[in-house]
């Protein structure tokens, strides 16, 4: 018998009979939720190749079946002007990697700056943090200041800086670096370290799952931002991606309802195919780029959480 299986073995009689039906139910119900979760995503790309016939008539196909038909018109829609796309999605790619670099940096430092039990105004300073989660200047100071005094229209400081800081990704950069001890700090501060020295060299390369864990998060928000880009660009070339289709959509959805009260047959304009191809375009980045972080999310929300 092999080591793995002697500790196979092991772990079975120490669990016992119970031990083994709690694990199997466990596994049960977490292998029925991830199915639950990638069913929807599984319906959206079966969709994003069906006629939009076929979805109108029999809605969105769980399976496939004899009278299915596949179809690439959403798709040759969405990307029937591949330089208009193609610029938004740079815009996009180049929005989220700036504003996730920043929003990170943003994030840690004052995250390490409010966990230094040594920083006599941190009380003051958190208040005024968390006090913005609860009222807001609102739309119109917010849009005013960006525009008028700020310089924000029909630029890319529009779509980077309005989202460039979070107090909730602050909060957990706070929870995280508390649980760092202070004699690392304390030690290299008499080897002459200075503090800004300190959080790149030392508190940074041990926040890893951290700093992952909000690259994530705030990678998600650029990518998914449309309403910053809605009210503060009218160039279409710096369109962000989700704005770009959304105005496609709308456009085309708008083409329809003209048509239909005019009198005139239209179906050339496949909307539900079109919607579906719309989702996995915007989504496909973001969901391949989970994997690779995954492992640092989960444990930088674990600490982030125990250690708060």
């Not at 709690?22 to 199915?35: E, P, R």
């Not at 943090?129 to 609860?134: D, H, N, Q």
């Not at 304390?186 to 080897?191: F, G, H, L, Q, V």
Request: aromatic share 14%; charged share 15%.
């Amino acid at each position: 018998m092999s080591k793995n299986e002697v500790i196979t073995v092991r772990k079975h009689k120490k669990l016992g009979g119970s031990g083994i039906l709690m694990n199997l139910v466990s596994y049960s119900l977490i292998g029925l939720f991830a199915l639950a979760c990638l069913i929807p995503f599984y319906l959206v790309i079966l969709g994003s190749f069906t006629s939009d016939t076929y979805m109108i008539k029999n809605g969105y196909p769980l399976f496939p079946t004899g009278s299915w038909q596949f179809s690439l018109e959403g798709y040759n829609l969405c990307l029937k002007n591949p330089t208009e796309i193609i610029s938004a999605y740079a815009t996009t790619a180049g929005v989220t990697i700036t504003g996730t670099v920043i929003a990170v940096f943003l994030a840690t430092m004052t995250g390490y700056v409010l966990s230094r039990k040594d920083f006599p105004w941190r009380n003051h300073f958190s208040f005024f943090f968390f006090f913005t989660t609860l009222f807001s200047g609102g739309l119109v100071p917010s849009y005013l200041l960006c525009t008028r005094y700020l310089g924000f229209k029909n630029s890319y400081r529009a779509l980077i800086l309005p989202m460039a800081f979070s107090v909730w990704n602050m909060i957990i950069a706070k929870s995280f670096m508390a649980g760092i001890p202070a004699s690392i700090t304390e030690s290299a501060k008499m080897d002459g370290a200075h503090d800004f020295l300190i959080y790149v060299k030392l508190i940074l390369p041990l926040s890893k799952p951290l700093v992952a864990t909000l690259s994530l998060f705030s990678a998600l928000a650029y990518w998914n931002d449309w309403y910053n880009c809605m009210l503060y660009i009218t160039d279409d070339n710096k369109f962000m991606l989700q704005y770009y289709l959304q105005r496609m959509l709308g456009s085309a959805e708008a083409m329809r309802r003209v048509a239909e009260n005019s009198g005139i047959a239209i179906t050339t304009v496949p909307l539900e195919s079109m919607k579906m191809a719309m989702t996995v375009i915007a989504t496909g980045p973001i969901i391949l780029l989970y994997p690779f972080v995954q492992r640092y999310f989960v444990k930088g929300m674990t600490i982030g959480a125990v250690k708060g």
